[in-house]
């Protein structure tokens, strides 16, 4: 009931800042509780939190924020996710409301196979899984990002799957948003949880899969600093997702 509880509230609450991001994940049948920002302080001490810190669903703007690797302010979880590789991971949003922009899971593995300690800013990364332009044109077509909202009050899922030969280790995943709706001025929403990935595989990733963050996005790049309105824009039917491209294993 309590849990409950908190969603409502939280889902309250994006509803009024029409923003969002991840409040929970799933593995198979096991849900797995993320940080609320709107929720209790005693979240902060709890064994059972799987995801790092956040405090507002308003956006990132800047590509060069520190705060674009894992939001604000980030602090490390206490708890994991297991998850075999292979396994799908699911994040959950009690809403969303954007329709335009890609969405992309990373993962970076967690020095010294600790999480607890380690800092994400400029760390390398790499793409499990990206979501964009499904059919149509930039401006009016159907987004990945638009299919996935929800606006009947149940929750939107977004799964990616941890590639089969990933080496096992203690790895930060990272799901980031990025909506395009306001003109030359992109908004960020990245959370992060903690994963320990098991399986008996030894694959990862070279150098041409990785990309630190922040650093992989810069207004130089047409795909960020877009404007969807734009008549030269508007009608095209590919956008290119920024970043490199995603490691299947």
């Not at 908190?6 to 797995?32: P, R, S």
């Not at 499990?128 to 929750?155: A, C, M, V, Y």
């Amino acid at each position: 009931m309590l849990q409950l509880y908190f969603t409502a509230v939280a889902y309250l609450a994006q509803l009024a800042a029409a923003h969002g991001g991840a409040l929970n994940y799933t593995v198979g049948d096991t849900w797995y509780a993320g940080y609320d920002p709107f929720g209790p302080k005693d979240q902060d001490d709890a064994p059972y939190i799987v995801q790092r810190k956040w405090i507002t669903n308003e956006p990132i703007f800047e590509t060069t924020n520190a705060s674009l690797a894992c939001n604000f302010p980030g602090n490390p979880a206490r708890a994991y996710i297991p998850i075999n590789a292979g396994e799908n991971i699911t994040a959950v949003y009690n809403t969303w409301v954007h329709t335009v922009g890609p969405m992309i899971a990373w993962l970076t593995p967690c020095a010294n196979n600790d999480c607890s300690t380690f800092d994400p800013a400029g760390a390398e990364w790499f793409k499990i899984g990206q979501q964009g332009l499904l059919w149509g044109t930039i401006e009016g077509g159907g987004w990945f990002q638009k299919e996935f909202s929800r606006w009947d009050g149940s929750p939107s899922l977004w799964s990616e799957r941890i590639p089969e030969t990933l080496r096992a280790g203690k790895y930060l995943v990272r799901h980031e948003i990025i909506s395009l709706h306001s003109a030359h001025k992109p908004q960020f929403y990245p959370e992060c949880a903690h994963l320990d990935v098991k399986g008996s595989g030894t694959g990862f990733p070279t150098k041409e899969f990785m990309a630190k963050i922040p650093g992989v996005y810069s207004m130089d790049q047409p795909e960020i600093n877009i404007d969807v309105y734009d008549p030269e824009i508007s009608t095209k039917t590919e956008y290119k997702i920024p970043g490199p491209l995603v490691w299947t294993g």
